[in-house]
């Protein structure tokens, strides 16, 4: 699997935009950028995916440099309940050969996002 | 509320037991994912199953095992329990077939305290 390197902690204070970065500089053509995110005594979360272009949805924007070796995850205006752990995966868009199969999430050790009232 | 249910919530047993885990995905989906979380190994794939077949298997001891039955639950099976098997085991679900890069759904987890 490509790897992916983050920092290992962020901070942010409540109201203001965060921007947690992912390199992936191995990334190939078939890979799907994704992020969860963890919050305390929970399972992960689903966040956003990206292939090229970028992406915004309710929760958050996701950038993708135009090499495709970075990305950004934007949250536009952080509140307290978005402390948690991030994480930026690459998923192989091919699955298997059936077409059923889209793969294991890798986690690597993600971010950890404090928000500061 | 994700939609997948697990249960138990929390399991205290003791070295040498054999443990179930028991996941319910969410309606429609035919794919179930199971995942270890521990303080020194992360979170770490351990088998996913679609419509009742075993599809990748990820760093999965040969203690473990698991299915997928008719009704699309699954379980987990933890046999010979030994102290490192403690963990959160999460599963999560996924929709198949459709597009590449759909969502995974995680449970709440299962806590496991092996004495």
């Known amino acids: 699997d490509a790897k992916t390197t983050q920092p290992n902690s962020m901070e942010s204070n409540e109201e203001e935009p965060v921007h947690l970065p992912c390199n992936h500089s191995?990334?190939?053509?078939?890979?799907?950028i994704h992020w969860y995110r963890q919050l305390p005594s929970q399972g992960p979360e689903y966040v956003i995916h990206g292939l090229t272009s970028n992406v915004n949805n309710r929760m958050a924007s996701l950038a993708i440099a135009e090499d495709r070796k970075s990305s950004t995850l934007i949250l536009h205006r952080a509140t307290l309940r978005d402390a948690a752990v991030y994480y930026c995966i690459l998923r192989d868009g091919r699955g298997d050969a059936g077409g059923t199969s889209y793969g294991k999430l890798t986690f690597g050790q993600g971010t950890i996002l404090t928000v500061h009232p | 509320d994700s939609g997948v249910t697990q249960t138990p919530k929390h399991l205290i047993t003791a070295t040498g037991q054999r443990v179930t885990l028991r996941c319910s995905p969410r309606?429609?989906?035919?794919?179930v994912y199971w995942y270890q979380q521990s303080l020194d190994q992360g979170l770490q794939f351990l088998i996913q199953?679609?419509?009742?077949?075993?599809?990748a298997k990820g760093n999965i001891l040969e203690r473990f095992s698991a299915q997928q039955f008719p009704d699309l639950h699954s379980e987990l099976n933890l046999s010979s329990l030994e102290l490192g098997d403690s963990a959160l085991y999460f599963c999560?679900?996924?929709?198949?077939?459709?597009?590449?890069?759909?969502?995974?759904?995680f449970g709440p987890g299962t806590r496991l305290t092996v004495l």
């Open positions: 999560a679900s996924s929709v198949a077939p459709r597009p590449p890069g759909s969502e995974q759904f």
């Open positions: 309606s429609g989906d035919l794919s």
């Open positions: 191995t990334i190939s053509g078939t890979d799907y």
């Open positions: 199953y679609y419509n009742g077949e075993e599809r």
